[in-house]
């Protein structure tokens, strides 16, 4: 038998051991409705980030981790749009 949302949550309720099978039922379910994992070296870069936005020549860490998080949403958010 195919597992289930429920199924898997009647089981971590239960206390029972999920099994790779559904865990790898799970993870195919969640990419099929957020995409797939963002390519690591897809990172932008501080100078990809100062051009874009317009930064002065040297942005606090805290602006660049900012703007790092905002390019990921907006990319996730785009390939979303994308696979509907």
Do not use: H
């Not at 797939?36 to 100062?50: F, G, N, Q, R």
């Amino acid at each position: 038998m195919a597992p289930t949302l429920r199924s898997i949550e009647a089981k971590i309720s239960d206390g029972e051991p999920v099994g790779p099978e559904e865990v790898r039922w799970l993870a195919e379910s969640l990419r099929a409705l957020v995409g797939p994992d963002p390519d690591p070296d897809d990172e932008p870069t501080p100078e990809e980030l100062a051009a874009e936005f317009g930064l002065g020549s040297s942005p606090s860490p805290d602006m660049l981790e900012y703007l790092r998080e905002f390019v990921r949403d907006r990319r996730a958010q785009e390939a979303a749009d994308a696979s509907e």
